[in-house]
């Protein structure tokens, strides 16, 4: 089943199996979409997105409360975007996201922050994320954007097999600088070899 054949897939939560993690997980993770968390997780992933280690990449540095609670209300009428986080038996790993999700043709952008408490976690929620977008929703590509000073991100995404696929110059204005963006890109695994024409 695909986004196009079922759109409410969009606000669903998802058990993720351990044999989709290539860390060897041991237990499931459950990918908790945002709408259907509690309030004190909603105001655990504030803290997530807002500690200084993960602001330091986000091209908007602070979010408030207020904004934080209304974003996540309006995702439940959202069908072109699905946050979720992230838990695997009693931790809380960090936050996914799949958003600009087209349906006609099956791609998204991604997104990701982890617990700032935790390391190691970022290739689980990225596997985890990408097994509810190739697996579950049947997208075709995941595409992200990383602000070009984040070397750290860029190797992270490039051992995970995303590949190179533009540069956006002075495409952020944040702390009084302009900043470049790379653009990088995945295909499904069930994706048939590309034949050329």
């Not at 969009?10 to 041991?26: L, M």
Request: hydrophobic share 40%; aromatic share 14%; with cysteine.
């Amino acid at each position: 089943m695909s986004l196009f054949e079922c759109p409410s897939l969009v606000w669903q939560s998802f058990e993720i199996p351990p044999t989709t993690f290539k860390q060897g997980a041991q237990t499931p993770i459950h990918a908790c979409h945002f709408i259907h968390t509690s309030d004190a997780e909603r105001l655990q992933i504030l803290a997530f997105r807002n500690h200084p280690a993960t602001t330091a990449w986000m091209y908007n540095e602070h979010i408030s409360l207020e904004s934080h609670l209304h974003f996540i209300e309006q995702l439940r009428h959202n069908h072109n975007s699905a946050y979720y986080l992230f838990k695997q038996a009693d931790k809380l790993l960090g936050v996914g996201s799949l958003t600009r999700i087209h349906p006609t043709h099956q791609h998204a952008f991604l997104g990701i922050y982890k617990n700032p408490d935790l390391e190691h976690v970022g290739g689980r929620i990225l596997d985890a994320l990408e097994f509810i977008a190739f697996f579950k929703m049947g997208l075709h590509s995941l595409h992200l954007e990383v602000i070009a000073t984040n070397t750290r991100a860029i190797v992270f995404y490039q051992n995970h097999a995303y590949q190179r696929a533009g540069f956006l110059r002075d495409f952020i204005y944040r702390q009084d600088n302009y900043h470049d963006v790379w653009l990088f890109s995945k295909l499904s695994p069930l994706t048939p070899p590309h034949k050329g024409s």
